[in-house]
Every structure is written in C-alpha cells, then in structure tokens.
C-alpha cells in the first residue's frame, strides 16, 4: 500500500498527519512531564539508590563536623514543627505511665532512662544546622545526652550494626546505620535553644544530628533498639532515601 | 584548505562528541526537571528565620509543567541517579582535550571583535556573515560556557548533596545557602544556553542536526555561505536560485 492510499483512507494528507502527529507526540509530552517517569526506570533508580548508599557510607567521617556559618541567625520560633499525628504528641502520663526511655537490642546492659536519668548523664549543648530534606535549613542549639554517652552505658554489642530511633508519634520511626549514631554531634535532645524541648519539637526527648537530614531525626522518642539489620523507617518507607545523610 | 572547510572523509563530530551531546540532552532535561521538582517543596534560600538578598521570586513555586519526578522523593531518584550521567561531561572533556577540538572552542585574542561583528549583522547592521571556522565567535562562547557551568552545577550540587561530609567544600561557596543559590543559578545558565542554543539551531543552522547524529556535514550548507540570519537564508544559496528560476518558468 503506498503512502497516498494510506493517507486518504485514513483520511490524512502529509500536512495533517504531520500536524496532528506532532501535537499527539508534544501532548504525550506534556503528560509526561511532572510524572513520575516511566515506571520501568524504578529498577533503574533503586540500582542507583543501593549503589549510592555504599558511595555515602564511605564517605562518612567522624571527624567532619557540622559548623555553623558566622553570622547565620537562629531560627527561634521561625522553625518548623512536624509529626504525623493529626494533633501534637503529648505523651499523657495518666494513661501511659511515667515517660521513659528504652534503650535496648543487641546490647550487655539493657536500660530504661527517666528525664531526670537522661539530664544526669553527661550534657552536650550543640549549636548546628537543620538540614531538611526539603531544601530548607535551620540554626538551632540543641542540649542532650550524646549518644556515645548510651552507647557506652548500655555496652553495645559489636554486631549491632543498625540502630532504630522509635516514637510514640503514632508508628513514627527511622532506623540509622550506627556510623552515624555514633558520631560526636548526634545527641538524644531534650532541650532546644536554652529550654526544655516542647511538644512542637519532640518533647519530652528526640534525636538530633545535623548529619542526617531531618525526617531521620526521630522525635518523641520511646525507645532506642540496637539491631543487626536495618528497619526501614516511616518515610524511608514511603520512598524516601533511607540514608538521608548530609 | 581553508579554514573551516571540511576535508574529504573527515568527520564534523567525532562519534564520541555525538553520543556525549545525545546523552547530555535527556541528562539535562532530566536534572533540571527533577531538581526543579527538589525545589518546589522549598522554593526559597533563605535560612529560617533570615531574609534572602539575592532571588526576587521567594516561595513561588516553579510551575509544575516545568517539573519531573511527581513528587519530592521520586525527584529525588531521579536527581541522584542521574547525577552519574554527568560523568559523561568529563568523558566528553577529556576527549576534546586529547583529540584537539579543544582549540575551536577556547576564546582567543579577536574573539570579542567577531563577537561584535556576528551581533552587528545578526541585528542587519552588517551584510555579510564574518569569516569564520568550525564555530561563529557567539557559538564559540556559548559552547566553552556551557561546559564551566555545567561544573558548576556539578561542583556546587555535590557541595549541598553532603554538607557536613563535605563541608569545606561547601563553604568555598559560602555555606550551604549560598551553594544550593549557586547551584541554581548554574542550572539557570545552562538551561538559556541550551534554550538559545536550541533556537539558533532551527533558526540559523538546521543542517548541524543531521552532523550531530551522522556526522556529516555539507560545508555549502553553513551560515557562512548561506550569509544566514536568524530565518534568513534558511535554503542553500543555489537551492534558492532553482526556486526562483522554477517559479518564474510557473
């Protein structure tokens, strides 16, 4: 069949054909744009993501520190407060008992720590950068325990290799290659700017490292769980990089 | 052999310029998609609690026709993936380096002169096209830009992937505000370049589609001798003869 009788039987001249191809082809375009992509490339893109956490992981130093730019303002009230609940976490002591913190796992010396047992260990107070995964990024001081501190209290085993930061933010949790928790600028926060840390911002305590970005930073912490294997997390599961570092 | 004439059986684009120019484009399209997307759940610099000099479009978003990834975390992917396509610039670098073509892209003395004289007689101010070789001189300093900004992009992108992990190299661009503004702007640069670039493809020198996929190219056909404008002069210069001859025989 030559290409006259195809077009007149389709009804087409070349101009329409071109015409009417050429908006087909732009409105395919158009559609795939702000799509998520073809979804044969999620192979693709995971390859990368396992490919590009190994890249990370060797990249991190525990001697690289975060420091904050001279003359950068403290955000103050300016930051942001999030939880996945529909209202604030507030842990209500009447329901739940006296708030306390499980550190646990693969560890000697299992404990649960009081507010009071948490400010009686060692204080650190680290004025650093909030690197959120939005783009955004705040200064803020925040004052806890550094995590080495529990580390060294619970005595970890060496096969723990993950750590879980779990919440009582409905199932809120993100678990942390233990490089990271270990470094000296990761704290279990219970105080920001000077004050005791609010319910806006985790109260009564929260893990705060300027090394991972902030989703990983879980707040309204119940429990610290050492483990052999990493657990995902709540947006590591929604598709997030689980790694988030900085 | 003058300059700029091609020699017998000798190639405009090297294979490995052509297949770097392909891969470039769906990697540029792909990044600034994505990263258009990454910047769309914060479409500001400012540090919270400060004010931003320098971006007079504070907090609005980029419209979403312009994005890909459909949503922060797929951007994400797509950004952080795609980010070793870039790798691709260097193997085009390094080629043009060992292979020569270096020498028709770096600005030498008179650069500016021809510069001048190609937008004198882009604007009608000038008839004939200036002598030229492989490149006309705005091509030229399109062409080595483009590369120093796309190091840019990639220098400063790398600087805001790890902030702490990497920080003394973010603080070469002022802290990781000033490098997530100057990732921007790069991407900004690259993205006019490639639009005017584009553009002066289809309005001056539609033939150089062909070399960049075959690599051939029909010197009769350049804008030099077609003495071609922006959609002037689009036919070869006997080709228009023929038409006219033909016409008036109609």
């Not at chain 1, 930073?217 to 052999?228: C, D, E, G």
């Not at chain 2, 297949?19 to 769309?40: C, E, K, P």
């Not at chain 2, 000099?53 to 922060?72: D, S």
């Not at chain 2, 505000?177 to 539609?206: C, E, G, Q, T």
């Amino acid at each position: 069949m030559n290409t006259r009788k195809f077009a007149s039987i389709n009804g087409l001249d070349r101009r329409d054909f071109l015409i009417q191809g050429s908006g087909l082809v732009s409105a395919a375009l158009l559609a795939a744009c702000n799509s998520r992509g073809p979804k044969s490339a999620n192979k693709l893109l995971n390859y990368a993501e396992r490919k590009n956490l190994i890249v990370e992981r060797k990249l991190f130093r525990h001697t690289s520190m975060d420091v904050v730019q001279s003359g950068a303002h403290e955000a103050g009230n300016k930051l942001p407060s999030y939880f996945i609940a529909p209202t604030v976490p507030v842990w209500d002591e009447s329901a739940r008992g006296k708030w306390a913190l499980e550190v646990s796992g693969l560890v000697g010396n299992p404990v649960r720590l009081s507010l009071d047992d948490l400010q009686k260990l060692p204080q650190v107070s680290n004025r650093v950068n909030h690197y959120c995964v939005e783009g955004w990024t705040a200064v803020e001081t925040w004052t806890g325990v550094p995590f080495t501190e529990l580390a060294r209290l619970v005595r970890v085993d060496p096969q723990a290799q993950f750590v879980d930061f779990q919440s009582f933010d409905d199932d809120y949790h993100e678990s942390w290659d233990i490089e990271s928790a270990m470094h000296k600028q990761t704290v279990v926060a219970y105080g920001l700017d000077g004050k005791m840390l609010e319910p806006a911002h985790g109260a009564p305590a929260r893990v705060y490292s300027p090394i991972k970005l902030g989703y990983k930073n879980t707040k309204y912490l119940t429990k610290i769980v050492f483990m052999p294997k990493m657990n995902g997390g709540y947006w590591s599961d929604q598709g997030y990089e689980w790694y988030g570092g900085t | 052999m003058r300059a700029g004439e091609a020699r017998l059986g000798k190639k405009r684009h090297h294979w490995i310029v052509r297949t770097t120019h392909w891969v470039n484009v769906v990697a540029i399209i792909i990044m600034v998609g994505s990263g258009l997307r990454i910047f769309n759940a914060y479409p500001a610099f400012a540090r919270k609690g400060e004010m931003f000099c320098c971006y007079p479009f504070e907090h609005k978003a980029i419209p979403a026709w312009l994005t890909f990834g459909g949503w922060l975390g797929g951007a994400r992917h797509w950004h952080f993936a795609m980010m070793w396509a870039l790798v691709n610039g260097l193997v085009y670098l390094t080629f043009i380096y060992l292979h020569g073509d270096w020498r028709d892209l770096v600005p030498r003395k008179g650069d500016i002169r021809d510069s001048w004289q190609m937008v004198k007689f882009y604007t009608f101010r000038r008839k004939d096209h200036p002598h030229q070789g492989k490149h006309n001189a705005l091509q030229k300093a399109a062409y080595f830009l483009l590369p120093i900004f796309g190091a840019l992009a990639v220098v400063t992108g790398i600087a805001i992937w790890k902030p702490v992990q990497l920080a003394p190299l973010t603080s070469v661009f002022g802290g990781y505000v000033w490098a997530r503004y100057w990732h921007f702007i790069a991407m900004l640069a690259i993205v006019i370049l490639s639009v005017v670039h584009v553009f002066m493809v289809f309005a001056v020198d539609p033939y150089s589609i062909p070399s960049m996929i075959t690599g051939n190219y029909n010197e009769r056909n350049s804008p030099e001798s077609r003495n071609a404008r922006p959609f002037y002069h689009l036919l070869p210069r006997n080709m228009s003869i023929d038409f006219r001859i033909r016409r008036r025989r109609v």
